[in-house]
């Protein structure tokens, strides 16, 4: 029988592609939930159970509108650890792209391209349409009008197609 069958390197590739593609960096990258310190606080274990939950069962919820998850809780928590070993959990083991959003950052970078609708587009458009949105840190810092305007463009589209999110967040 002849036929043909990708190399396992195009696997590795792949994801390759999918880590450069996400925006999480390396450091990021090594967050996961076999390296989450609890400190022996049942509040932290029942949120890394409720992360690896959601990833186990992701392939079921991945297509309806509760799908997305929120990490909110003082600095220091381990808020944006558990979000990334989501991200780096779906990115390596099902195969799912995902995109980070440092919230300041990239809100910062939206409002200025806000003038040209080209680039806007584009701006926000990466944030809307990625299969999984990672907001790290949701409004940190003073929060304008526009930055509220930006955040519920994103969101409200991202719920209307039923696209995953997964936040961090300071707020209560």
Do not use: W
Not at 86 to 92: E, T
Not at 106 to 115: D, N, P, R
Not at 136 to 165: Q, W
């Amino acid at each position: 029988v002849d036929y043909a069958r990708p190399c396992e390197c195009q696997e590795v590739m792949k994801a390759k592609s999918r880590l450069d593609a996400s925006g999480i960096s390396e450091e990021f990258h090594k967050k996961g939930f076999k390296n989450f310190n609890d400190r022996n606080m049942e509040t932290l274990r029942n949120a890394r159970n409720t992360a690896i939950s959601y990833c186990k069962n992701f392939p079921e919820i991945k297509n309806t509108n509760r799908n997305s998850i929120i990490f909110m809780g003082q600095v220091g928590s381990g808020k944006t650890h558990l979000s990334m070993a989501i991200c780096n959990n779906l990115m390596d083991f099902h195969k799912v792209g995902v995109i980070y959003m440092p919230y300041r950052e990239e809100i910062t970078k939206i409002k200025q391209s806000v003038k040209d609708e080209l680039n806007y587009s584009r701006a926000i458009n990466k944030f809307k349409t990625c299969q999984v949105l990672m907001i790290d840190d949701l409004l940190k810092g003073k929060s304008t009008e526009a930055d509220v305007n930006i955040l519920f463009e994103i969101i409200n589209y991202r719920y209307l197609n039923m696209l995953p999110i997964i936040v961090s967040t300071e707020k209560t």
